[in-house]
């Protein structure tokens, strides 16, 4: 049986799906209870929503990007 060339491998999907946890993770640090017409919530203005959620999601899209790009190095290559 010939082996296929696939253009990713098993760890560029590992590295997506990883990538794709932290992007979910930094979409419910940016999620919560809102203010409406009667009362404000201050908690939309907190630091993990306007700051650290952000950069989450940021890093996971950078990883998505790693993963898409990763390409094992091949030993007749080189």
Do not use: C, Q
């Amino acid at each position: 049986m010939e082996k296929k060339n696939f253009a990713f491998t098993r760890m560029n999907y590992i590295l997506i799906a990883i990538g794709m946890a932290v992007v979910i993770l930094g979409f419910l640090l940016m999620s919560g209870s809102g203010s409406d017409e009667t009362t404000f919530n201050p908690d939309i203005f907190s630091a993990t929503r306007v700051k650290v959620a952000p950069a989450v999601t940021f890093i996971g899209f950078a990883f998505i990007g790693v993963g898409i790009m990763f390409r094992k190095k091949d030993k007749e290559n080189v």
